[in-house]
């Protein structure tokens, strides 16, 4: 069974001078456990309210979503409760975006820790240990009480990447994870974020402008003007988008100041 299922989902808005906008455009798309989908397409082409579509943040204007076989949103219209899914993605979805979005003042634990104030039980009392844990597995084990402005860029999507996955989500969302960091850095933090979710089996969903964060994924699409479609990435060019971004990041590295 598929994790998350999108059937025929559209978005549309309606702009100020009251004409509509097609966001997206009839989507279908399966993610299940352990996958890692890559997502690319043009600034504007929608990639952002599929991401949200897909981590429940947002619903469609039309089409079916389904999380572990359970109706989110159904073809006749009729939702989940939002209580339900507040939880629902409280518990399942892990979130990492661009620009870190990490509460600034407050340690690398106490962010860490943050979802983890909505958890209950055991995973609710032992907040603080788990988060320690979960930093100590992103490597920053020596940076549990620095607060981000006292962090690198790599580092606080370190701290990002513990947070989205704290509370051992089974999906996992990626938006431009890389966007914000050098080269070398943007490949150790991918290198990490698909390690830690190989580990737990859970679905990694990044979406990215980079054909080379896209070449690690297993699976490939691009989404144009809305429209979402599966693209065969064959191993010849998946070579060749490693090799151009590592030929050029030792371009870069090898000229001078
Ligand atoms: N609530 C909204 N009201 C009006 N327009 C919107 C709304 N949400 C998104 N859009 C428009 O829909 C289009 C798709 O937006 P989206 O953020 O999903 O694109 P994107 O592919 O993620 O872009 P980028 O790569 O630049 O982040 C854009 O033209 C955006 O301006």
Redesign the pocket.
């Known amino acids: 069974m598929s994790l998350v299922e999108l059937h025929g989902v559209t978005k549309h ?1 309606r ?1 100020p001078d009251d004409t509509r ?1 097609d ?1 997206l455009r009839g989507v279908d798309l399966e993610v299940g456990s352990g996958d890692h989908v890559a997502i690319v ?1 043009r ?7 599929l991401l949200n579509i897909l981590g429940m943040l947002d619903l469609p204007s039309s089409g079916s979503v389904a999380f572990r076989g359970h109706p989110i949103v159904q073809e006749s219209g009729r939702r989940m409760r939002r209580g339900t899914l507040d939880r629902l993605r409280g518990r399942e979805v892990g979130f990492v975006f661009q620009q870190f979005n990490l509460l600034p003042g407050r340690s690398a634990t106490d962010n860490v820790a943050m979802p983890l104030g909505y958890a209950t039980g055991r995973q609710f009392w032992r907040r603080r240990r788990l988060a320690e844990e979960m930093l100590d597995r992103v490597g920053l084990s020596h940076r549990l009480e620095s607060p981000p402005e006292q962090l690198s860029g790599g580092e606080q999507q370190r701290v990002a990447i513990a947070r989205a996955l704290v509370r051992r989500p089974a999906l996992i969302l990626a938006d431009e994870p890389t966007g914000a960091l050098d080269v070398d850095t943007g490949e150790a933090v991918m290198s990490l974020l698909d390690e830690v979710a190989s580990e737990t089996e859970a679905a990694l969903v990044t979406i990215t ?1 980079d054909l080379h964060v896209a070449a690690r994924a297993r699976r490939h699409y691009r ?1 144009e003007a809305g429209v979402l479609t599966e693209v065969d990435l064959d191993a010849a060019s998946r070579a060749t988008a490693l090799g151009a971004v590592t030929a050029a990041a030792h371009a870069r590295a090898e000229a001078p100041e």
């Open positions: 808005v702009l906008l966001i397409g600034s504007g082409s929608g990639k952002s309210t402008h989404l």
